[in-house]
């Protein structure tokens, strides 16, 4: 009996609990149907690799040791989903060469680990008739349908940890710190950290800020005695003269201004209003790397067993979810090209601003 040849790749943003995830799929599907029985393929630099037919079968002594391991063996590598349909000057039909190297490689269905662009393309390789399953990944949390994905936790622990460090330079200095957290379009990770952190103001995409407002909230606390503040603002952040705009506006415009980024802006904008000197920390990447939290292991791992019960099930075209707290799925075409964003009337706002945190609205 020939084995069941499942395919795995990660694609976008690495982040903690991929590796988990790989190695909880691996094992539930050995276990549910035997070692002899499956034939993990790996897909190298995500789907980059599945268009060039990079892969490899993966012999099942790799999958141990890596439940600890940050970033993804399998690497990974950005291929924007809204060039998969183009044809650019290589003349490579890209959805075609995937559907190729899927056949190739004879395989019986694709797991594709990743964030939203990831999940779009996978849509469209179920549309095109290929046996698929998503897993959601991003340190963003904002993939429609599941309440958390597997990597923000661990982010949020290594944001919180920045934060909790600037406390002590922002006091010993009399200074406003701002720092900048990863988040082009939702602000999950800037709001949880920040409240975690103790942050005094938190910055969002999804509530547009008014200078002013920012500027008297950290006077006052200056005025009262404070003698530092924390700002925490998401990268995507934007004011509310910019929150009238379109997005190609709002780049033009900074551009124009000579903006680096909306933090650096505030952070000119708050020192000159309020006097205070005021500087900017940005982590970047480091929110991205090391090793996943326990959180992050228990929940990829138990995504990976979901997805090896889908497969054996011969359910396709869903991805692995949380639900309201339960472990389940969604239809591929009910949350690819849909991002959660943070409700500003959400209790995790609500529970900050009742202690006082400005959002700067």
């Known amino acids: 009996m020939a084995k069941k040849r499942i395919g795995i790749l990660t694609s976008g943003g690495d982040c903690p609990g991929l590796n988990a995830t790989i190695r909880g799929v691996a094992k539930a599907c050995f276990e549910k149907m035997g070692t002899d029985s499956v034939q993990i393929v790996g897909i190298q630099n995500g789907y980059y690799g599945l268009i060039n037919n990079i892969a490899r079968d993966m012999d099942p002594s790799e999958f141990s040791g890596i439940l600890t391991q940050g970033g993804t063996i399998l690497g990974t590598k950005r291929q924007p989903f809204k060039m998969m349909s183009v044809i650019e000057e290589d003349n490579v039909d890209k959805v075609k060469a995937m559907k190729d190297t899927y056949k190739a490689q004879k395989l019986d269905c694709l797991l594709t680990l990743g964030g939203n662009g990831t999940h779009k393309t996978a849509n469209l390789l179920s549309e095109e008739g290929l046996n698929v399953i998503g897993l959601p990944k991003t340190i963003d949390n904002d993939i429609f349908g599941t309440d958390v994905t597997f990597g923000f936790h661990t982010a949020?622990?290594?944001?919180?940890?920045?934060?909790?460090?600037?406390?002590?330079?922002?006091?010993?200095?009399?200074?406003?710190?701002?720092?900048?957290?990863?988040?082009?379009?939702?602000?999950?990770?800037?709001?949880?950290?920040?409240?975690a952190g103790g942050a005094d103001i938190i910055i969002i995409p999804e509530i547009p800020y008014d200078t002013d407002k920012v500027v008297a909230a950290l006077s006052k606390r200056s005025a009262a005695g404070k003698t530092f503040s924390i700002v925490a603002v998401a990268e995507g952040a934007?004011?509310?003269?910019?929150?009238?705009?379109?997005?190609?506006?709002?780049?033009?415009?900074?551009?124009?201004?000579?903006?680096?980024?909306?933090?650096?802006?505030?952070?000119?904008?708050?020192?000159?209003?309020?006097?205070?000197?005021?500087?900017?920390?940005?982590?970047?990447?480091?929110?991205?790397?090391?090793?996943?939290?326990?959180?992050?292991?228990?929940?990829?791992?138990?995504?990976?067993?979901?997805a090896a019960e889908l497969i054996a099930d011969g359910k396709y075209g869903y991805s692995v979810a949380m639900i309201n707290g339960a472990i389940g799925e969604n239809k591929l075409k009910d949350v690819a090209g849909k991002t959660k964003f943070v409700d500003p009337d959400c209790s995790y706002v609500r529970t900050a601003k009742n202690i006082g945190v400005s959002f700067g609205d």
Request: include cysteine.
């Open 156 to 195: 949020v622990d290594t944001a919180t940890d920045v934060i909790d460090r600037l406390h002590t330079t922002a006091a010993s200095h009399s200074r406003i710190l701002m720092v900048e957290i990863m988040g082009n379009k939702a602000g999950w990770l800037t709001l949880y950290s920040g409240i």
């Open 238 to 306: 934007f004011d509310v003269a910019e929150a009238q705009m379109k997005k190609k506006e709002r780049a033009k415009k900074r551009l124009e201004e000579g903006i680096t980024t909306a933090t650096a802006r505030l952070a000119a904008q708050v020192q000159k209003g309020t006097g205070i000197e005021t500087r900017v920390c940005t982590p970047g990447h480091m929110l991205r790397g090391g090793s996943p939290s326990a959180y992050d292991r228990i929940l990829a791992t138990k995504f990976g067993v979901r």
